[in-house]
């Protein structure tokens, strides 16, 4: 069992920076891909972003490419998502969650354990 919990949302200008992160508790960290959701009002939640256990391979959303960067410090159990030049689009709930898998997978339903969300909303 796999305790998530994000921090780090907030309100932020277009254009600017903004990290969220997610500590784990619980057992074997290491063990799980781990991956930034989010879901923005009205809409289905979508994938961000992954990382695979050690932290060498990543996978993006197109969306995010090039803005979005996925890590994780498995000695403290947390994974970050820092976001750059945020846009307006990118208001959402931003939701870690974790995947026995070893595979970076970009569907919600795949992962096994989920965090409760934390807001980040882009001004225009």
Known sequence: QVQLVESGGGLVQAGGSLSVSCTA???????????????????EREFAAAISLGGRNTRYADSVKGRFTISRDNAKNTVYLQMNSLKPEDTAVYYCAADRSSLLRTVPGDYDYWGQGTQVTVSS
């Open 25 to 43: 508790s619980g057992r074997a960290f290491s063990t799980y891909v781990m991956a930034w959701f989010r879901q923005a009002p009205g809409k």
